[in-house]
């Protein structure tokens, strides 16, 4: 779903079985509804992100792309 102009991600919570999920090259500014998912990879890069907010606390996150957004500082890490 990488370079479609999506702004935001929310409401995936019925896909249980969702491993990888590629959203760089968009608009994102926020993510939400993606704590409870078992995701693996997650690409948020080029995308106008500033924070990871619940992104955080995913549980099953082995990769985690978040290159040229807006994040400013990792030290919550």
Same mark, same amino acid.
């Given at each position: 779903?990488?370079?479609?102009?999506?702004t935001?991600?929310?409401?995936?919570s019925?896909?249980?079985a969702?491993?990888?999920l590629?959203?760089? *090259?968009?608009?994102? @500014?926020?993510? !939400?509804? $993606?704590d409870?998912?078992?995701?693996k990879e +997650?690409?948020? #890069?080029? *995308?106008?992100?500033s @924070?990871l907010? !619940?992104? $955080?606390?995913?549980?099953?996150?082995e990769f +985690?792309?978040? #290159?040229?957004t807006?994040?400013?500082?990792?030290?919550?890490?």
């Amino acid at each position: 779903m990488h370079s479609n102009r999506i702004t935001h991600i929310s409401n995936l919570s019925h896909l249980t079985a969702l491993e990888v999920l590629w959203l760089s *090259n968009n608009e994102i @500014q926020w993510a !939400e509804g $993606l704590d409870n998912l078992p995701l693996k990879e +997650l690409s948020l #890069a080029h *995308n106008p992100i500033s @924070q990871l907010g !619940e992104i $955080l606390n995913m549980k099953a996150i082995e990769f +985690l792309n978040v #290159a040229a957004t807006n994040i400013g500082s990792f030290k919550v890490i």
